[in-house]
């Protein structure tokens, strides 16, 4: 069927930006873990994983946000829709995903659910949600014992590991959403039963309120109650207004309240029985003390099936402002799916590569994720730390303990997450990677989500921008400023947008992030910097953000060059600004500089500094400096040193001619340095050429690319690896007395640095990966046809720097891609993806991926910096 409008979701987007009309008031903004979260902690000491438990979601109201299954929300979450369901044999009801904490996981948290985000459009007029049930009961307590007996050593086991699903008998359950309007949203759920087996199946749509009330912040209490007919309730908030839930008949209607049940959590008196929970002892106990209830904050109409074996079964719903809606579910529903269907897929056609269908599949789910793990996300640090009013204070201990320093912080908005389940809130450096991807389908979102990190009730009042939830204080690495330097370039290139007030916003809010960078990072003032960066975390020796060994300070290979890129990518905005503007001339000319003097701290050897190349192996490394003048190279073969190919820019001759103020004084300050002989960032200043700025000299760029596309180093099937593997022998130093080591992982790490789910010594990364990409494309630009290199290395198979960048995003690609025996890297060994039919198409986009295999590890919905596989299939040749 032809779509109503072949540009509709396109005219959806410019009427959501012009501010005609909110097509993302609605949108997948639940999270899909609330609990277990700092936000909800209010322990004395901090354990925040013990405090609010996965067996007290049921029960227990949350403070600021909620969760569910395939669920929606407003903006401001006040009003909640998600599927709850019951197999007629779990001890309670599914309303929320299930995992492990990371006290309980072999490697840390882990849900263990099997769920995919099939479809989104920007807008989200129209969603597809895919959650496997288990048909007999979930394995709650098998999944917690088993992996709390294997070792770091031992793989995760999973929940298709389980004899639940040892018969491949399940359920699929299909959420989907339709917008007919911006506020008016029909709603479609589908189960089957798949298998040989017949099954009992409860399906719960639940709507309900989220619960501000008791914290003292909204004066008048919502309320859902039955409206006109026995199939639609009125749903009242005094800030949204009505809205009204239209649904097919069910067997049962059931009413409760957002309430705690205290008795169950506090072992107090409930002051009535219609709490939280109340539909779980409704539905499991068959307990009929809900009936004649009318009214509530929670409402779920009931629908209860025997199905048999290949049957499926359709609840039709819509969530609307409309009242007395004639036909609600009848031929405009119906109307309102095809079409949003058909516009879903007339926006995807712009990114289909030719009729490869499996390339197509994988690039529109991993958009699919990338939208669906927007989430609404609230803390606000003041309240955090003195309470609410009318409530019980918190623990006095949380005015000194975490995030204490952040008083300014006061979020509400909805962000792109990593991972809805696994890191249900914000990671600034992760958020950076984000916006590529999603600058495709939305370069307005994208822009604001960089922007919102740069407002002053994100960033400190000195400058750092906040990092995650767990620690805001952490140093991650400065990718922001590159970001918004890509979504401009990219929103240029594919909209014609020359978003120039969008450059100028960022770029005097990143002046006083960078400076915070050089007064707090830069320990020597040699600018040379250290600080941890926990971006990669626990790819040293030790732990890189605590105490030093021996008493000294760690001059980071790493560190220096996320600067040194960080100074280049300023340099580029500025000269972006200054073609219009002359005053970011002068500014430009600052970060040349600074881009100068820290290349020379990084390759110069002088008497003060032994700079991170080793001549002899050919490599970057991290240097320790100790107390007695003793300059110690850490020699790890890693990231740590391939980070330094990320600051490279090429400076276009023909627009240097529009800035004669910075050309002349960059040639003045080539030819000052020159005259003293001081370490020089461009190697030959001619009149003709475009220059290039790089932190790699070409003679050391030549041996870095030799251990880089080394297949017995660091170039894999599925990509580029974080730890060279010639640390299978491993790397061993002893400091101050005290032994110290490192070794090639290729899957999960042993150590406990960081916790389990943190691992940097082995497996690929795709940012990473994406960022080497990036960089081989600029060197290719500049060096051109005649720069070969030979890929992978030892092979006699010589190619140029873009070629190469072309082969290595089809190493990445191809983790996803189906084989030539219909078989994906991504999925290992399971026999689930690789055969059974109702798998093979499904894609989980992991945290990453194993060094030798490219089975997916980590976070298994971490579409969010993974989802960059959508942009290499766009950029790539095929």
Same mark, same amino acid.
């Given at each position: 069927?032809?779509?109503?409008?072949?540009?509709?979701?396109?005219?959806?987007?410019?009427?959501?930006?012009?501010?005609?009309?909110?097509?993302?008031?609605?949108?997948?903004?639940?999270?899909?873990?609330?609990?277990?979260?700092?936000?909800?902690?209010?322990?004395?000491?901090?354990?925040?994983?013990?405090?609010?438990?996965?067996?007290?979601?049921? !029960?227990?109201?949350?403070?600021?946000?909620?969760?569910?299954?395939?669920?929606?929300?407003?903006?401001?979450?006040?009003?909640?829709?998600?599927?709850? $369901?019951?197999?007629? =044999?779990?001890?309670?009801?599914?309303?929320?995903?299930?995992?492990?904490?990371?006290?309980?996981?072999?490697?840390?948290?882990?849900?263990?659910?099997?769920?995919?985000?099939?479809?989104?459009?920007?807008?989200?007029?129209?969603?597809?949600?895919?959650?496997?049930?288990?048909?007999?009961?979930?394995?709650?307590?098998?999944?917690?014992?088993?992996?709390?007996?294997?070792?770091?050593?031992?793989?995760? +086991?999973?929940?298709?590991?389980?004899?639940?699903?040892?018969?491949?008998?399940?359920?699929?359950?299909?959420?989907?959403?339709?917008?007919?309007?911006?506020?008016?949203?029909?709603?479609?759920?589908?189960?089957?039963?798949?298998?040989?087996?017949?099954?009992?199946?409860?399906?719960?749509?639940?709507?309900?309120?989220?619960?501000?009330?008791?914290?003292?912040?909204?004066?008048?209490?919502?309320?859902?109650?039955?409206?006109?007919?026995?199939?639609?309730?009125?749903?009242?908030?005094?800030?949204? *207004?009505?809205?009204?839930? @239209?649904?097919?008949?069910?067997?049962?209607?059931?009413?409760?309240?957002?309430?705690?049940?205290?008795?169950?959590?506090?072992?107090?008196?409930?002051?009535?029985? +219609?709490?939280?929970?109340?539909?779980?002892?409704?539905?499991?106990?068959?307990?009929?003390?809900?009936?004649?209830?009318?009214?509530?904050?929670?409402?779920?109409?009931?629908?209860?099936?025997?199905?048999?074996?290949?049957?499926?079964?359709?609840?039709?719903?819509?969530?609307?402002?409309?009242?007395?809606?004639?036909?609600?579910?009848?031929?405009?529903?119906?109307?309102? /799916?095809?079409?949003?269907?058909?516009?879903?897929?007339?926006?995807?056609?712009?990114?289909?590569?030719?009729?490869?269908?499996?390339?197509?599949?994988?690039?529109?789910?991993?958009?699919?994720?990338?939208?669906? !793990?927007?989430?609404?996300?609230?803390?606000?640090?003041? =309240?955090?730390?003195?309470?609410?009013?009318?409530?019980?204070?918190?623990?006095?201990?949380?005015?000194?303990?975490?995030?204490?320093?952040?008083?300014?912080?006061?979020?509400?908005?909805?962000?792109?997450?990593?991972?809805?389940?696994?890191?249900?809130?914000?990671?600034?450096?992760?958020?950076?990677?984000?916006?590529?991807?999603?600058?495709?389908?939305?370069?307005?979102?994208?822009?604001?989500?960089?922007?919102? /990190?740069?407002?002053?009730?994100?960033?400190?009042?000195?400058?750092?921008?906040?990092?995650?939830?767990?620690?805001?204080?952490?140093?991650?690495?400065?990718?922001?400023?590159?970001?918004?330097?890509?979504?401009?370039?990219?929103?240029?290139?594919?909209?014609?947008?020359?978003?120039?007030?969008?450059?100028?916003?960022?770029?005097?809010?990143?002046?006083?992030?960078?400076?915070?960078?050089?007064?707090?990072?830069?320990?020597?003032?040699?600018?040379?910097?250290?600080?941890?960066?926990?971006?990669?975390?626990?790819?040293?020796?030790?732990?890189?953000?605590?105490?030093?060994?021996?008493?000294?300070? $760690?001059?980071?290979?790493? *560190?220096?060059?996320?600067?040194?890129?960080?100074?280049?990518?300023?340099?580029?905005?500025?000269?972006?600004?200054?073609?219009?503007?002359?005053?970011?001339?002068?500014?430009?000319?600052?970060?040349?500089?600074?881009?100068?003097?820290?290349?020379?701290?990084?390759?110069?050897?002088?008497?003060?500094?032994?700079?991170?190349?080793?001549?002899?192996?050919?490599?970057?490394?991290?240097?320790?400096?100790?107390?007695?003048?003793?300059?110690?190279?850490?020699?790890?073969?890693?990231?740590?040193?391939?980070?330094?190919?990320?600051?490279?820019?090429?400076?276009? %001759?023909?627009?240097?001619?529009?800035?004669?103020? +910075?050309?002349?004084?960059?040639?003045?300050?080539?030819? @000052? %340095?020159?005259?003293?002989?001081?370490?020089?960032?461009?190697?030959?200043?001619?009149?003709?050429?475009?220059?290039?700025?790089?932190?790699?000299?070409?003679? %050391?760029?030549?041996?870095?690319?030799?251990?880089?596309?080394?297949?017995?180093?660091?170039?894999?099937?599925?990509?580029?690896?974080?730890?060279?593997?010639?640390?299978?022998?491993?790397?061993?130093?002893?400091?101050?007395?005290?032994?110290?080591?490192?070794?090639?992982?290729? *899957?999960?790490?042993?150590?406990?640095?960081?916790?389990?789910?943190?691992?940097?010594?082995?497996?690929?990364?795709?940012?990473?990966?994406?960022?080497?990409?990036?960089?081989?494309?600029?060197?290719?630009?500049?060096?051109?046809?005649?720069?070969?290199?030979? +890929?992978?290395?030892?092979? *006699?198979?010589?190619?140029?720097?873009?070629?190469?960048?072309?082969?290595?995003?089809? %190493?990445?690609? !191809?983790?996803?891609?189906?084989?030539?025996?219909?078989?994906?890297?991504?999925?290992?060994?399971?026999?689930?993806?690789?055969?059974?039919?109702?798998?093979?198409?499904?894609?989980?986009?992991?945290?990453?991926?194993?060094?030798?295999?490219?089975?997916?590890?980590?976070?298994?919905?971490?579409?969010?910096?993974?989802?960059?596989?959508?942009?290499?299939?766009?950029?790539?040749?095929?």
């Amino acid at each position: 069927m032809a779509a109503s409008n072949p540009n509709q979701e396109t005219i959806r987007l410019q009427e959501q930006y012009s501010g005609s009309k909110k097509w993302l008031k609605w949108g997948p903004y639940l999270s899909e873990r609330q609990w277990g979260t700092v936000r909800e902690d209010y322990s004395d000491d901090g354990t925040v994983w013990d405090y609010f438990p996965h067996d007290h979601a049921r !029960s227990r109201v949350y403070r600021w946000g909620e969760d569910g299954i395939a669920g929606i929300s407003d903006e401001s979450c006040n009003l909640c829709f998600g599927i709850a $369901l019951w197999n007629g =044999r779990d001890p309670i009801l599914k309303e929320r995903l299930f995992g492990l904490t990371g006290n309980e996981g072999n490697h840390g948290e882990d849900v263990k659910e099997l769920y995919y985000y099939l479809d989104s459009t920007p807008t989200h007029s129209y969603m597809k949600h895919l959650y496997k049930y288990t048909l007999e009961a979930f394995p709650y307590e098998n999944l917690l014992e088993v992996n709390r007996q294997r070792s770091k050593d031992e793989i995760e +086991f999973e929940l298709h590991d389980t004899a639940a699903f040892d018969e491949r008998c399940y359920y699929d359950v299909y959420t989907e959403y339709a917008k007919a309007d911006t506020d008016d949203i029909c709603i479609r759920i589908t189960a089957h039963v798949r298998g040989h087996k017949e099954g009992q199946l409860s399906l719960l749509p639940t709507l309900w309120f989220r619960n501000l009330w008791s914290f003292g912040l909204l004066s008048e209490k919502p309320i859902i109650r039955v409206e006109h007919s026995a199939e639609v309730v009125r749903a009242h908030h005094p800030k949204l *207004g009505d809205y009204y839930l @239209y649904f097919d008949p069910p067997q049962q209607l059931l009413f409760t309240e957002n309430e705690t049940n205290t008795e169950r959590i506090f072992d107090t008196p409930n002051a009535s029985p +219609f709490v939280k929970d109340a539909f779980h002892r409704a539905v499991i106990q068959e307990d009929a003390f809900l009936e004649g209830n009318s009214s509530g904050t929670k409402f779920a109409p009931h629908y209860q099936f025997q199905l048999l074996p290949g049957e499926k079964v359709e609840i039709k719903l819509r969530l609307t402002k409309k009242a007395k809606l004639e036909d609600p579910l009848g031929a405009s529903y119906v109307t309102t /799916f095809q079409d949003r269907i058909a516009e879903a897929d007339t926006f995807y056609e712009q990114f289909k590569k030719g009729d490869n269908t499996d390339l197509a599949n994988i690039q529109r789910q991993a958009f699919a994720g990338m939208l669906w !793990s927007k989430q609404y996300y609230n803390i606000d640090m003041p =309240r955090w730390l003195h309470g609410d009013p009318g409530t019980p204070p918190p623990p006095s201990s949380r005015k000194h303990g975490r995030n204490h320093h952040w008083k300014t912080l006061n979020n509400e908005d909805i962000i792109s997450m990593p991972d809805k389940w696994e890191y249900p809130w914000y990671a600034a450096w992760d958020l950076a990677f984000h916006c590529v991807p999603l600058a495709m389908v939305d370069a307005e979102f994208a822009k604001g989500q960089l922007i919102l /990190f740069l407002r002053e009730w994100y960033m400190h009042p000195n400058g750092q921008l906040p990092a995650y939830e767990w620690a805001f204080g952490d140093a991650n690495p400065p990718v922001h400023a590159w970001a918004c330097l890509q979504v401009y370039k990219m929103d240029k290139a594919r909209n014609g947008n020359d978003d120039k007030v969008f450059l100028k916003r960022v770029f005097q809010k990143l002046l006083i992030n960078f400076t915070w960078w050089v007064n707090r990072k830069d320990h020597q003032g040699n600018n040379v910097f250290e600080g941890g960066f926990l971006g990669l975390d626990n790819i040293g020796v030790f732990d890189r953000s605590s105490y030093i060994p021996g008493g000294g300070y $760690l001059e980071q290979a790493d *560190g220096t060059a996320w600067m040194a890129m960080y100074c280049l990518n300023m340099l580029e905005m500025a000269l972006i600004l200054g073609e219009d503007d002359v005053a970011y001339e002068d500014v430009a000319t600052k970060f040349f500089e600074h881009f100068t003097y820290i290349a020379a701290s990084l390759n110069d050897i002088n008497e003060n500094w032994t700079g991170s190349w080793d001549p002899v192996e050919g490599f970057f490394y991290d240097i320790l400096a100790l107390p007695n003048g003793e300059y110690i190279p850490l020699k790890v073969r890693s990231l740590v040193g391939l980070t330094t190919l990320f600051a490279v820019m090429e400076l276009d %001759r023909e627009k240097l001619k529009k800035l004669p103020n +910075f050309y002349n004084r960059l040639k003045w300050f080539q030819k @000052y %340095r020159e005259a003293n002989k001081e370490y020089l960032v461009i190697d030959e200043l001619d009149e003709q050429g475009d220059i290039l700025l790089s932190l790699v000299p070409p003679d %050391r760029l030549v041996r870095l690319l030799q251990a880089l596309f080394d297949e017995n180093e660091f170039l894999s099937k599925g990509g580029i690896r974080s730890v060279s593997k010639i640390h299978e022998t491993p790397y061993e130093i002893n400091i101050a007395g005290q032994a110290f080591g490192l070794k090639y992982e290729p *899957g999960e790490s042993s150590t406990g640095l960081f916790g389990g789910n943190s691992n940097w010594r082995g497996p690929v990364w795709i940012p990473m990966n994406y960022l080497i990409g990036h960089s081989l494309r600029s060197y290719a630009q500049h060096y051109g046809e005649d720069f070969k290199v030979e +890929f992978p290395t030892h092979s *006699g198979n010589w190619i140029s720097l873009e070629q190469a960048a072309d082969e290595l995003s089809k %190493r990445l690609v !191809s983790i996803f891609q189906r084989d030539e025996l219909g078989q994906r890297l991504v999925h290992g060994e399971s026999n689930f993806y690789h055969f059974d039919p109702n798998f093979r198409d499904l894609l989980l986009f992991y945290e990453y991926f194993h060094g030798d295999t490219a089975h997916g590890l980590g976070a298994s919905h971490q579409t969010g910096w993974t989802g960059l596989v959508a942009e290499l299939i766009d950029k790539s040749m095929w």
